[in-house]
């Protein structure tokens, strides 16, 4: 394996970790193994800041919009809803990716006790 597919793997792997299995399960393996391997590093690292951008807001149907001119990719993240989970604020993250073609995933987000995000699936 290359040295730039091994990275790709190792990214999908990491995005394959904030999907719950319901988001896979309604994308399908495949689809979002190719969606993944369009993405470059600088993308993925674009869709972290604007994910990262909507959760420190913490608003219901705050958006945050990213663009790669030297791919072409862009893309949005917003927070759907807020909600209480096992005492934790949880939020409903919504990924639009175009690459070329405009593609949605949907993942779950937790504040640790920490004050960190994470995954949850």
């Known amino acids: 394996m290359s040295a730039h597919s091994n990275r790709l793997f190792i990214v999908a792997l990491g995005i394959l970790t904030v999907l719950p299995p319901a988001a896979v399960d309604a994308q399908g393996l495949f689809?979002?193994?190719?969606?993944?391997s369009n993405l470059s590093p600088a993308d993925?690292?674009?869709?972290?800041?604007?994910?990262?951008?909507?959760?420190?807001?913490?608003q219901a149907g705050a958006v945050s919009a990213w663009s790669d001119s030297k791919t072409g990719h862009?893309?949005?993240?917003?927070?759907?809803?807020?909600?209480?989970?096992?005492?934790?604020?949880?939020?409903?993250?919504?990924?639009?990716?175009?690459?070329p073609d405009?593609?949605?995933?949907?993942?779950?987000?937790?504040?640790?006790?920490?004050?960190t995000w994470r995954a949850e699936g």
């Open 31 to 36: 689809s979002l193994g190719r969606t993944l």
């Open 44 to 58: 993925l690292e674009a869709t972290t800041r604007a994910r990262t951008e909507v959760l420190q807001k913490l």
């Open 74 to 99: 862009s893309g949005e993240v917003g927070l759907r809803r807020i909600y209480e989970k096992n005492g934790m604020t949880c939020g409903d993250v919504e990924y639009l990716l175009k690459i």
């Open 102 to 115: 405009s593609q949605r995933y949907l993942a779950v987000f937790c504040r640790a006790g920490d004050g």
